[in-house]
Structures are given as structure tokens and as C-alpha cells.
């Protein structure tokens, strides 16, 4: 079975503390793509990034850097020093073609910083 | 101009009225998706288009239609609506042509459509 879980519903942090978004999936193939995306609260999905399952190198962007760990079917979303602007619903996604091509989300965490 | 665009963003309707979500996109994207959204249960995908002549259910497909008019095209119809289908819908696109039919790219959402079933 696919699968996405997103235990964090809600977390909270205070402006320039680092927060990290669990990610952990399940799937019998080997071969398979995740996916992060964020919904600010003006409703629209953005896309953040995009893993195959034979790229386990971290990713650093700016504040934000992502760590896959296949060993543990993780894929972990981490924000440095954050900002009001990252307050967000964020969604990890899975995709592989044993699950018909279809994208598996999970079911998100909203994430508050405070300033 | 918005490279998805979905119409209409709001619409409010009552049990048993027909209706139909627009898609268009003007990325030149061959794959469609129409998702909903519910508070708690993330996005589920409804149907899939890999291209006008392949349509797909996907987790959530009972009560509801798709047509592919074009491959910039993805309608989803809700023959006989009920209160349960409310919720926001999402249609996203994404590309194959770059990296082949069993790569999977970022896909791309529109601004989504909230429907209310009275």
C-alpha cells in the first residue's frame, strides 16, 4: 500500500526558531518520487521540491533544507530561523508507478510561526 | 495570466443540481489531475489524464466525471451533487516530455474552486 503520514497536524514556533515538518511514506517500489508543497493561507499549493528514490543527497535551499533517509522512509522538511511568511500548510507527496500514477498526499501540517 | 486557471472559484449549490469545475492551462502540460482538499485529509486525487484519450480514477472517483475536451481542458462534473462533496478542488498539470512517461514531475495547481452543497 502507498502511504504518506504526516503526524505534526499543527505545530507552533516563535519567529527565527528552526522547526522541522516530518514526512514518512510507504511503498513496495523501488523506484519512486517525493514531492513538498506549501499552501499559504491564500489557499494556492506551491511546489517546494522534488526527490526521486535514487537521490538520497540533502537539499539545501536558502532557510529551508530537506533530508531523505531511505533507511527510515523519511523525508523531512526542515526551516532555518523562520519568519512569519513560512506560516503555512505544508504537504508531503508520493508518487511511483505501482500506485497507477497516482500522487498520494499527506494529510499536512499546519505550521504557525509567531511573531 | 495564470498558467491554471479553474471556474468558477466559488459556487454554492444544492443537493441533487448538476455541476461542472473548469480546467485550462496554457503550460502545455499532457498530464491533468482534479484533487479535493478536506480539513484533515489533506488532497485527494479524484481522476487523472495522461493525455486526451487516457482518463484514470484515481482514490476518490465515485460521484464524480471527468471530460478531457483538450489537452489544455480537464472538466470534472458532479452529475448529482451532494452535501458530502463539498470541499475545495484543486486541478494541477504536470510534464512528461522532458523526462519520460515514468518520470514524475512537480505538478502544477490551480487557484481552486470551493463548492458548497447546500
Known amino acids: 500500500a502507498q502511504k504518506v503520514t504526516q503526524a505534526q497536524t499543527e505545530i507552533s514556533v516563535v519567529e527565527k526558531e528552526d522547526v522541522t515538518l516530518d514526512c514518512v511514506y510507504e511503498t513496495r517500489d523501488t523506484t519512486y518520487y517525493l514531492f513538498w508543497y506549501k499552501q499559504p493561507p491564500s489557499g494556492e499549493l506551491v511546489f517546494l521540491i522534488r526527490r526521486n528514490s535514487f537521490d538520497e543527497q540533502n537539499e539545501i535551499s536558502g532557510r529551508y533544507s530537506w533530508n531523505f533517509q531511505k533507511s527510515t522512509s523519511s523525508f523531512n522538511f526542515t526551516i532555518t530561523a523562520s519568519q512569519v511568511v513560512d506560516s503555512a500548510v505544508y504537504f508531503c507527496a508520493l508518487c511511483n508507478t505501482n500506485t497507477g500514477n497516482q500522487f498520494y498526499f499527506g494529510t499536512g501540517t499546519s505550521l504557525t510561526v509567531i511573531p | 495570466d495564470a498558467d491554471v486557471t479553474q471556474t468558477p472559484r466559488n459556487r454554492i449549490t444544492k443537493t441533487g443540481k448538476r455541476i461542472m469545475l473548469e480546467c485550462s492551462q496554457t503550460k502545455g502540460h499532457d498530464r491533468m489531475y482534479w484533487y479535493r482538499q478536506d480539513p484533515g485529509l489533506g488532497l485527494r486525487l479524484i481522476y487523472y489524464?495522461?493525455?486526451?484519450?487516457?482518463?484514470n480514477k484515481g482514490e476518490i472517483s465515485d460521484g464524480y466525471s471527468v471530460s478531457r475536451q483538450a489537452q489544455a481542458k480537464f472538466s470534472l462534473s458532479l452529475e448529482s451533487a451532494i452535501p458530502n462533496q463539498t470541499a475545495l478542488y484543486f486541478c494541477?498539470?504536470?510534464?512528461?516530455?522532458?523526462?519520460?512517461?515514468?518520470?514524475?514531475?512537480?505538478?502544477?495547481f490551480g487557484p481552486g474552486t470551493r463548492l458548497t452543497v447546500l
Open positions: 489524464s495522461f493525455d486526451v484519450k487516457d482518463i
Open positions: 494541477a498539470t504536470s510534464d512528461s516530455a522532458l523526462t519520460g512517461r515514468n518520470s514524475y514531475n512537480e505538478q502544477f
